[in-house]
């Protein structure tokens, strides 16, 4: 059964600060979607990564992939109020026919 | 424009009472998906769909029936069976298996039994 973990699952960073959300998944897959959440609102797509060693940037947000590790991160630059949200990663089964998702990071991004 | 549209985006209804849940999508995707979250929560699938009038089950489907008639709706019913029904709903879809094509979310159904 395929299992997403993500860590921290509460993030409260000043702004201006830099930090690292994780992702890890216990089966082989290559290719990892990540999420934003906004309170009371419905999920946003921020990347799709979709090989091993894959790294997406948007504004102060990057993500990347290491499927040997099955490991993937979400790097915060610099950050600013406007990214105070909720973040998931979520993963595809290994029949392709579904993902599954990791439990949320919320971040609260503090002047 | 294309998109997905849930509706309606509050309901409300006593305990007992089947309710449906509407999910419409104009992307021309094969694939649709229900997922249920509490607050602070994340995403657990009910239902999926890959093609119409084919569904299958997913991690907490006890007490939700669902129907793919048309490519371009996929509704939820929440029956009378379901424990505590109480969450937020959210639709999604994809082109294709959501393992190889990314999922698009609606706005979402805010749904109070009391």
């Known amino acids: 059964e395929l299992k997403v973990e993500q860590n921290p699952l509460f993030l409260s960073m000043q702004e201006g600060k830099n930090y690292t959300i994780y992702c890890n998944y216990s089966?082989?897959?290559?290719?990892l979607y990540w999420y934003r959440q906004d309170p009371g609102k419905s999920l946003e797509s921020l990347f799709v990564?979709?090989?091993?060693?894959a790294v997406k940037q948007e504004g102060r947000l990057m993500a990347s992939l290491d499927t040997k590790a099955r490991l993937s991160t979400l790097h915060i630059t610099a950050a600013v109020h406007d990214l105070s949200a909720t973040y998931f990663c979520?993963?595809?089964?290994?029949?392709?026919?579904?993902?599954?998702f990791g439990e949320g990071t919320q971040l609260t991004v503090n002047p | 424009d294309g998109g997905i549209t849930q509706s309606p985006k509050y309901l409300f209804r006593k305990e007992g009472q089947n309710v449906t849940l509407s999910c419409e999508q104009n992307?021309?995707?094969?694939?649709m998906y229900w997922y249920r979250q509490d607050p602070g929560q994340g995403l657990r699938l009910i239902y999926y769909?890959?093609?119409?009038?084919?569904?299958q089950k997913g991690d907490i489907a006890e007490g939700y029936s669902v129907s793919r008639e048309k490519k371009e709706s996929f509704p939820l019913t929440v029956t009378s069976a379901q424990k505590n029904p109480t969450a937020f709903y959210l639709c999604?879809?994809?082109?294709?298996?959501?393992?190889?094509?990314?999922?698009?979310f609606g706005p979402g159904t805010r749904l109070t039994v009391t």
């Open positions: 992307l021309n995707h094969d694939a």
């Open positions: 990564l979709l090989s091993n060693g």
């Open positions: 999604a879809s994809s082109s294709g298996g959501a393992g190889y094509y990314e999922q698009y």
């Open positions: 769909s890959q093609i119409v009038n084919d569904f």
């Open positions: 089966t082989t897959s290559d290719r």
């Open positions: 979520a993963v595809p089964e290994t029949s392709g026919s579904r993902l599954t």
